[in-house]
């Protein structure tokens, strides 16, 4: 290893501290959406959330992959280097989060990203939010770039696999592009599917909230949901 690139890496590291601060703010803000869905709607489209903070190693190979040489100022301008998804369970289900997301008046957007109705030449759908938050440490404000990737199980499913066999790989001599392109495809219209039983069976939640024993049971679902949260608070 070069001298040039131990000082890089020291730069990095030292970087760190504001990148582990804006991971764990927006793994905060995520939680609550989550518990904001839970309580508030009764409802929860949110299948699971990942944050991390991309490895040096990974930094090096996505800056090689846009010709781009390994400086600090060029680290800077990843705009992923924190990042977190958002697994949901139907294509609706992204919108709501995008929305919800949105209203948060702390998060600034920076740049929005719909692979879902744009997808990728490889197949790739999911929606994108850069974001920008401030950190301070030690007395020094840094705007720190996140992104948020949503998508559907369904979509992850096909990305998840992509990026282990193909999206990076160094096999570049074997070109299952066209494969890819049509496996995405069928994923896309199972996810068609199941959003179409997603909306008729909202439309038809919806009509049985007029039905008083619906109410009572939602209401009382509700009561057990406030309890747990003031268990959990030691009240
Ligand atoms: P990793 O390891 O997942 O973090 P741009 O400069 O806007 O053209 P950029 O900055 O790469 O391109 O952003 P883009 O295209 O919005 O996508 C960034 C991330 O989306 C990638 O991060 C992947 O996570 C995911 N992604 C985009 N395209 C594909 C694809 O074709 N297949 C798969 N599996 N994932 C994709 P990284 O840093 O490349 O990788």
């Given at each position: ?6 000082n ?19 793994d905060?803000?995520i ?14 489209p ?15 190979g996505?800056?090689?992959r846009k ?5 600090k ?16 369970d139907?294509?609706d289900?992204i ?7 949105k209203d948060?008046?702390n998060i ?9 109705k744009?997808p990728k ?11 920008s ?18 998508r559907t199980t369904?979509?992850d499913f096909?990305a998840?696999?992509?990026h ?8 570049q001599s ?20 199941m959003?179409?039983l ?15 024993s ?5 209401s ?13 608070y030691?009240?």
């Amino acid at each position: 290893m070069t001298n040039k690139m131990k000082n890089q890496i020291k730069e990095f590291e030292k970087n760190v501290l504001y990148y582990e601060a804006a991971r764990k703010q927006l793994d905060t803000y995520i939680t609550t959406i989550y518990r904001e869905f839970e309580v508030i709607e009764n409802y929860n489209p949110i299948n699971h959330i990942k944050t991390r903070i991309k490895t040096f190693e990974s930094i090096v190979g996505k800056l090689k992959r846009k010709n781009k040489s390994i400086s600090k100022e060029n680290i800077e301008q990843l705009t992923d280097i924190v990042g977190a998804r958002i697994i949901v369970d139907f294509v609706d289900n992204i919108y709501e989060i995008i929305s919800k997301i949105k209203d948060n008046k702390n998060i600034k957007i920076i740049e929005e990203k719909d692979y879902i109705k744009s997808p990728k030449v490889s197949g790739y759908r999911g929606y994108h939010l850069i974001i920008s938050m401030p950190i301070s440490i030690s007395g020094n404000t840094k705007d720190i770039y996140c992104e948020i990737q949503v998508r559907t199980t369904a979509m992850d499913f096909w990305a998840t696999n992509e990026h282990k066999l193909n999206y990076k790989s160094k096999n570049q001599s074997l070109d299952y592009s066209e494969k890819w392109q049509d496996a995405a495809k069928k994923v896309w219209e199972l996810d068609l599917s199941m959003n179409e039983l997603y909306l008729e069976n909202k439309e038809q939640e919806s009509k049985s909230k007029d039905d008083i024993s619906f109410s009572v049971l939602k209401s009382i679902d509700k009561i057990n949901s406030l309890k747990k949260i003031g268990e959990s608070y030691g009240r």
